[in-house]
């Protein structure tokens, strides 16, 4: 899927992060559609200890626009609180939707420390 290459590899450009966090995602090949949403994460210490939390974002829409082949459709529905374009990326017709909240079952796999460092939940396999 190159175009989900294309969009994953220039999603930093797109989004600017107001508190830390990163952007959890869901694609379906078969049907050229990316689901993006910010990727919960987890207070560690302090008076929210073990609360989950997700960070808020702006979205640059000039910059998600490049990505496309030519201009794309867009759509803000304020009732799923989801911007969407559609489109063709690298020659495919696809649809992005970038959401205001987490997944509902996104489990937090990051952590926020009381002094706002952000580390994983868990340490890698070794």
Partial sequence: ?????????RLDEAVEWHSPGAMAWR???AENWLRLA?????LVGGADDGESVFPFY??????LIEIF????????????????AE???AG?????TLSREPFADEEPEDVIDP???IRKMKPPPA
């Avoid at 899927?1 to 590899?9: A, C, S």
């Avoid at 910010?38 to 987890?42: A, C, F, R």
């Avoid at 082949?69 to 969407?84: A, H, K, V």
């Fill in 38 to 42: 910010p990727s919960t994460v987890e």
């Fill in 69 to 84: 082949d030519e201009p794309p459709e867009l759509r803000w529905d304020t009732i799923s609180n989801e911007f969407s």
């Fill in 115 to 117: 002094d706002g460092g």
């Fill in 1 to 9: 899927m190159r175009w989900l290459e294309k969009v994953l590899g």
């Fill in 92 to 96: 495919d017709d696809v649809w992005v």
């Fill in 87 to 89: 489109g063709r990326i």
């Fill in 27 to 29: 694609a379906n090949e």
């Fill in 58 to 63: 702006s979205l640059h829409v000039s910059h």
